[in-house]
């Protein structure tokens, strides 16, 4: 039996799925998902030569960054809340503090960090042995030189995964299984709970 990992860049995975499937989103809601049941549905699907039975689901990875709690406190509470929710479900979260620039709030905060942390934590779970399979869930570029190193390494399989409606999106790696979710598959994981409440 495969030990499969599955990483998500949490805020990549987002916002991809707003453009790929939401023309005009009508609330911040919009593209959510559960990221539990999404890795899930990554370990059943069946690249070729393997079959899902094969494949057991070990971790679920998730990166995001998070709302500073003394000068975004509003933001931080519920981020914070779903945060929780997903490592109640299983997953384990790492969270790094966004980076506050000198005009905010008139501009906005940004991740810093979060796609260095996660290409350390893929490759380093993969020198460890940790898993036979990793799956990458995130169209960012910046983490190509991680999935380089580790589709170079004899032990492990690595696996990319993005949204996908019309235009093949995501992180496309010769040799490299590349899931290509529809909109089918978002709306199987998406996540319309409110964390404000």
């Known amino acids: 039996m495969a030990r499969v990992f599955v990483?998500?860049?949490a805020q990549n995975c987002y916002r991809?799925?707003?453009e790929t499937f939401f023309a005009q989103p009508k609330s911040f809601l919009d593209g959510h998902?559960?990221?539990c049941?999404?890795?899930q549905l990554l370990c059943q699907k069946e690249p070729p030569g393997q079959k899902a039975a094969e494949r057991?689901?070990?971790?679920?990875r998730?990166?995001?960054g998070r709302p500073d709690a003394t000068k975004d406190p509003k933001s931080y509470a519920p981020e914070l809340k779903r945060n929780r929710a997903w490592e109640a479900a299983g997953a384990t979260v790492f969270a790094r503090t966004l980076r506050y620039p000198f005009h905010w709030p008139t501009e906005k905060a940004e991740e810093k960090g979060v796609d260095v942390a996660l290409a350390v934590d893929l490759v380093t779970n993969a020198v460890d042995g940790n898993?036979?399979?990793?799956?990458?869930m995130s169209n960012d570029t910046d983490l190509l030189p991680a999935v380089e190193y580790v589709?170079?390494?004899?032990?492990v399989r690595i696996e990319t995964a993005a949204w996908f409606d019309t235009t093949p999106q995501g992180l496309i790696v010769p040799g490299i299984w590349a899931h290509r979710l529809g909109k089918g598959d978002f709306l199987a994981v998406q996540d319309y709970t409110d964390y404000r409440s």
């Open 33 to 35: 998902t559960n990221p």
């Open 131 to 136: 898993y036979d399979i990793g799956i990458l």
């Open 151 to 155: 589709q170079r390494m004899d032990s």
């Open 7 to 9: 990483f998500i860049d």
């Open 16 to 18: 991809r799925a707003r």
């Open 37 to 39: 049941q999404l890795a």
């Open 56 to 60: 057991d689901l070990i971790e679920v």
């Open 62 to 64: 998730i990166h995001t």
